[in-house]
């Protein structure tokens, strides 16, 4: 145990140095490393209206490595998740499920209401839950989880989330 314990101080000391590094504009390995994969920000889930159990998930995810695909996304709170676009289809806006979403070497996909987007299926959020764990699983890179912040709920909100 005392092995695991030092193990784990001189690694997470030697992370801290990193990163505290790359702040001040230096080229650390951590902020290198940043560079070469899928970066997930700006991440939060708006939870479902009193009494539903559908809920949206919105982030921006960065592709800094080769080309590769999102397939599917995971969490723990929902029976279901699924990676959703807007389409227009006889002159109107519908919501579809789409089976992935190529993620191109240097850009930038914004999941955002009336775009790309999340749906959770149904959600239960414990009460006092702040924040939700979502795993995100792609062609080639290894999958990665995340925590997403609730947002807040919109009453006025009419966008079907």
Do not use: W
């Amino acid at each position: 145990m005392k092995k695991i314990s030092i193990l784990l101080v001189a690694v997470l000391a030697a992370c801290s140095a990193e990163m505290h590094h790359g702040e001040d504009g230096g080229n650390s390995h951590a902020a290198h490393q940043m560079e070469k994969g899928i970066v997930i920000s700006s991440a939060y889930v708006m939870p479902p209206f009193p009494g539903k159990d559908l809920a949206g998930g919105f982030f921006e995810i960065t592709n800094h490595g080769a080309d590769d695909r999102l397939i599917s996304v995971s969490s723990p709170v929902s029976e279901t998740v699924e990676i959703h676009t807007h389409l227009k289809e006889d002159g109107v806006m519908k919501m579809r499920q789409i089976d992935g979403l190529d993620l191109p070497k240097g850009e930038t996909i914004i999941f955002k209401p009336g775009s790309y987007h999340l749906m959770l299926f149904g959600t239960n959020l414990p009460e006092g839950t702040e924040d939700v764990a979502l795993t995100l699983t792609y062609e080639k890179a290894e999958p990665v989880t995340i925590i997403a912040p609730l947002g807040e709920l919109d009453e006025d909100d009419h966008s079907g989330h």
